[in-house]
């Protein structure tokens, strides 16, 4: 009788154990050492449209639309707290990334993507005129880490020259550069960033911003940029739709 009358506190026992582990398990993979981010989850493109050997700083004026971009990352702090703004605000951006960060933080990368926003290619080391091999090199890293080829290549420092244009366009890329820049690399304070991002924004910017090196002032940017950008009526998209590209899948 003593074994039958426990038997009721030992039930909700069981089940109370159950609920605490099943949301674990539930969730997948522990936690990544790359910014805390999952990934591969859902449906991630393989690459994107674009003209390669073009140079653009701009796009098309006809729609209200701007081009946030990111450089220098991924970086395991400040990439995902720029997601996670994104993400909640429903904008879209487009990172043009380092091959050198790009081990052990994979799952980020795949974030990117999985977010619905854009890799582009910064070549390895951030040098002053990269060539052919830099740039193949940083576009074999991220399909390896990603799946995702990137047709959309960033010179280090803006720095473009014959050789540089021929290197891009050798990988099938199309060279990016900017409309302004956020000021984010000199470190302005932050409310001068946001009223210098909002207010200079026309249709068909593209606006240079910094997700690695240090740049802490950025994350804590964004949110006020993207909705004094959304309140000026801009939609904001990924570089290769501003420029009437997509992805592929």
Request: some cysteine; glycine content about 12%; charged content about 20%.
């Given at each position: ?142 399909r390896e880490a990603t799946g995702f080829e990137p047709c959309l290549f960033r010179p280090p420092y803006g720095l ?90």
């Amino acid at each position: 009788m003593a074994a039958r009358g426990a038997l009721p506190f030992v039930l909700p026992l069981c089940c109370l154990l159950f609920a605490w582990i099943a949301p674990t398990s539930a969730a997948g993979a522990p936690p990544r050492p790359n910014g805390g981010t999952t990934a591969g989850l859902g449906r991630e493109p393989t690459g994107c449209t674009s003209h390669p050997g073009r140079v653009v700083s701009a796009g098309p004026t006809a729609a209200r639309e701007v081009a946030l971009t990111f450089d220098d990352g991924p970086s395991a702090t400040q990439t995902p707290a720029i997601l996670a703004t994104l993400n909640r605000l429903d904008a879209r951006a487009t990172f043009f990334e380092e091959g050198r960060h790009v081990a052990g933080r994979e799952g980020l990368m795949r974030e990117i993507l999985l977010d619905g926003d854009e890799i582009g290619n910064h070549s390895f080391d951030h040098p002053h005129y990269p060539g052919f091999g830099e740039l193949a090199a940083t576009n074999r890293r991220i399909r390896e880490a990603t799946g995702f080829e990137p047709c959309l290549f960033r010179p280090p420092y803006g720095l473009l020259d014959p050789q540089v244009a021929e290197a891009a366009a050798g990988n099938r890329l199309e060279t990016i550069l900017w409309t302004f820049s956020s000021g984010d690399d000199h470190h302005v304070p932050m409310a001068r960033m946001q009223a210098h991002v909002i207010g200079s924004a026309r249709p068909g910017s593209i606006v240079l911003m910094h997700d690695g090196g240090h740049h802490p002032q950025t994350p804590l940017a964004l949110p006020r940029i993207v909705e004094g950008l959304r309140e000026r009526g801009f939609r904001l998209v990924t570089v290769s739709e501003l420029l009437g590209g997509h992805f592929l899948y």
